[in-house]
């Protein structure tokens, strides 16, 4: 569908600027940008975050899990 907006200059510039350095058009930069506008900060933070994950070998044997003091003394510990 075609449609007219008045976009500010600078703001226009800087989104031809952009989807020059994509390769892409300005449609298709202008029509990403309101996707994801529209898809707004309400179903972003609806999103879990991440869950780092990390390789090795598991619980070290000696360690307790389930003892904090027992993990803060062997953290603290030098190596």
């Known amino acids: 569908m075609r449609t007219t907006l008045d976009i500010n200059d600078e703001l226009l510039r800087a ?3 952009h989807a020059a ?3 892409t058009t300005l ?3 202008v029509e990403q940008a309101l ?3 529209l898809a707004g900060p309400a179903r ?3 999103d879990p975050p991440p869950i780092p994950v990390f390789r090795g070998r598991g ?3 000696g360690v307790d899990l389930t003892d ?3 993990l803060e003394d062997m953290m603290d510990a030098e190596p």
Request: a positive charge.
């Open 35 to 37: 996707r994801a506008f």
């Open 21 to 23: 350095d994509g390769r």
């Open 27 to 29: 449609k298709a930069t």
């Open 68 to 70: 904090n003091a027992a």
């Open 15 to 17: 989104a031809k600027a």
């Open 44 to 46: 972003r933070r609806s």
């Open 59 to 61: 619980v070290q044997a």
